[in-house]
């Protein structure tokens, strides 16, 4: 019997009645099999020590069956919710919620939305959660429903610090959020400490799921850099700026660049928090702001893009700065070891790759791979 009875359905741990040791060999040799030509570079895959209830953020849908409602996860390549009550790779606090979730919705008869009527007022409930400290987001059709305070003052006997918040989402497709989020109460941020930074995010920020491994990866790509105290540092798709707040109490100067307007703003925000005033913030796609960038003396360059990978037009620009180190963090290889040709192809060689067992239990893979500059 599978440690996990909705494994099969959801696809968040397809690989739970493996052995992590072997999971962890397997993504290794995967990550061999992709940069073929560097294989003996590739180190082992890192892992946690505890690969279970890493994840600090859920999306759970709200349905109905047969006069019930039904909170959980899209079952995988459909849009049929999973009903569930708890998951292994969540900590207690999951489990928690979804009860105080049930409790609220029968208390207040909160229908859920149905999506071929386009009835009924929750969608998603949108939630963080570290230390203990809960972020969330109710996502409905209207604010039209009541309980809120209810709810909010229930949950506050179960965390530590509560931040809720709401957002309308009408749209017919499966975007969780829509939009601005709106505050409704207790603290306006979520706030806690990764890698000595003082961190503040609202609801629409990006972070990392599994904050062990983050740490482990922002810590090994800022020694992969080899930041020097007159080094500056070009940091790509920064998101809110915690990579840029740790490279700037070495650097001489960081230069940030994101596209999301509000990401930038936060990362402001976050490095006014950290009293740290070395790093100039540039909003707008790195393909159309990198290029106006002016970098003198020593620089490294830092990327953390999307999926998609790298713009040719960014490789460009980054090969004409000749950073003497590029530090590629990716969460897909594919196109990772495709843009990697092409800096190879600038005067760069790969030095380092490594590895990372971000989401224990999935398919998935992320990697930091070093290419310093050939002289």
Not at 50 to 70: D, M, S, W
Not at 218 to 244: F, N, P, Q, R
Not at 325 to 351: F, H, W
Request: charged share 25%.
């Amino acid at each position: 019997m599978s440690k996990c009875k909705w494994s099969s359905r959801c696809g968040g741990c397809v690989k739970i009645d493996r052995n992590i040791n072997g999971e962890l060999a397997e993504k290794t040799e995967y990550i061999k099999d992709v940069f073929s030509n560097q294989k003996d570079l590739v180190d082992n895959c890192i892992g946690s020590y505890y690969p279970y209830k890493y994840r600090n953020k859920v999306h759970l849908a709200f349905g109905e069956l047969k006069g019930k409602t039904i909170i959980g996860f899209f079952e995988e390549g459909s849009t049929r919710i999973i009903d569930v009550d708890s998951c292994m790779l969540f900590g207690d606090w999951l489990t928690t919620l979804i009860a105080t979730l049930r409790e609220y919705i029968s208390r207040f008869k909160i229908r859920p939305y149905d999506k071929i009527t386009g009835m009924g007022i929750i969608r998603y409930v949108h939630a963080r959660c570290i230390d203990n400290k809960l972020q969330l987001t109710l996502v409905a059709t209207t604010e039209n429903f009541g309980g809120r305070d209810w709810l909010y003052n229930k949950l506050k006997t179960q965390y530590s610090d509560v931040s809720l918040y709401i957002n309308i989402n009408r749209r017919t497709d499966r975007a969780v959020l829509d939009r601005k989020c709106k505050y409704v109460a207790g603290s306006k941020y979520l706030n806690f400490d990764m890698c000595g930074v003082k961190v503040s995010i609202s609801p629409e920020s990006f972070l990392q799921v599994n904050i062990p491994i983050a740490e482990k990866m922002y810590k090994e790509a800022i020694a992969m850099l080899d930041i020097k105290s007159d080094t500056t540092v070009v940091d790509l798709y920064s998101g809110i700026g915690i990579t840029s707040i740790m490279m700037s109490r070495t650097a001489r100067q960081v230069v940030s660049i994101e596209e999301s307007v509000s990401a930038v703003s936060n990362a402001k925000a976050m490095a006014r928090l950290n009293g740290v005033h070395n790093i100039i913030h540039l909003a707008g796609k790195c393909e159309d702001v990198v290029s106006k960038v002016e970098v003198v003396g020593d620089r490294v360059v830092f990327v953390d893009p999307a999926r998609a990978g790298l713009e040719p037009s960014v490789i460009d620009t980054i090969l004409s700065l000749k950073p003497r180190n590029i530090v590629y963090m990716s969460c897909n290889p594919e196109t990772c070891v495709r843009d990697v040709k092409l800096l190879e192809g600038g005067a760069y060689q790969v030095s380092s790759i490594k590895p990372y067992n971000m989401f224990a239990f999935a398919d998935h893979v992320e990697i930091l791979c070093k290419l310093t500059r050939i002289d």
